[in-house]
């Protein structure tokens, strides 16, 4: 079984310029979420999708931060414009949530830096 | 409650058993997680444990739950130089969603 994709694996960008992160969940997982990993720091949940709808955003950064997860699969989290503390990695993750366990499995991630 | 603590780092020999210790705060948590990171790669899940169980074996790993105290910890045995890597303890929150709370993480050096 193919695990959760995600591009790009790095990116370097300019404060105040715009990027996007594209997720390709593990087929069938209906739930999905983005994490922010700052380093030296465990993962923060960015937000979470059932499908696509939003189950809960609350800690994204809404000025700046959007995400999607059109057509219930595919996500993209987008920074607009990012500044230097978004330096982190960016952790897709998916779920399968019918079998009890609510086991996440995590992609690479995306490392960024924003200089 | 929402801060999962654990301790920086641990060294251990190899051959030797670790043991990873965590402390959380939310009692209503129902699933408590064990995840590995290494260099450069997403998180594997490693184990979890049901908060109804207060243990639970898996080959050369050991969780045990202390649901009074709130500590959770993971024992490896004979412990491998593969096995050198970054833990999280992680709980699960079913409030709105399936919210994962990790730890900031204890790196595990291993020495032939």
């Known amino acids: 079984e193919a695990g959760v994709a995600q591009s790009p694996r790095y990116k370097i960008i300019e404060k105040r310029q715009s990027v996007a992160f594209w997720c390709n969940p593990i087929s069938g997982h209906a739930t999905l979420y983005w994490y922010q990993q700052i380093l030296g720091q465990g993962p923060k949940l960015l937000i979470q999708?059932?499908?696509?709808?939003?189950?809960?955003d609350s800690q994204l950064p809404k000025d700046r931060f959007s995400a999607e997860r059109l057509k219930g699969v595919d996500s993209t989290l987008k920074i607009q414009p990012a500044k230097l503390e978004d330096s982190a990695v960016y952790l897709c993750a998916s779920s399968l949530d019918t079998d009890g366990s609510y086991e996440q499995y995590f992609g690479p991630g995306t490392r960024l830096t924003v200089t | 409650g929402e801060d999962v603590e654990q301790s920086l780092f641990l060294s251990v020999r190899e051959g030797d058993s670790s043991v990873i210790n965590c402390t959380y705060t939310d009692s209503s948590s129902t699933y408590l997680y064990w995840y590995k990171q290494e260099p450069g790669a997403g998180l594997q899940l490693l184990t979890y444990?049901?908060?109804?169980?207060d243990m639970k074996q898996d080959q050369r790993l050991t969780v045990l739950l202390n649901k009074k105290d709130k500590h959770l910890s993971l024992r490896i045995a004979d412990t491998q130089t593969g096995d050198s890597a970054i833990y999280f303890c992680a709980e699960l929150w079913n409030n709105a969603g399936n919210m994962l709370t990790f730890g900031g993480g204890t790196r595990l050096m291993v020495k032939p």
């Open positions: 444990i049901f908060s109804n169980m």
């Open positions: 999708f059932q499908n696509n709808g939003v189950v809960d």
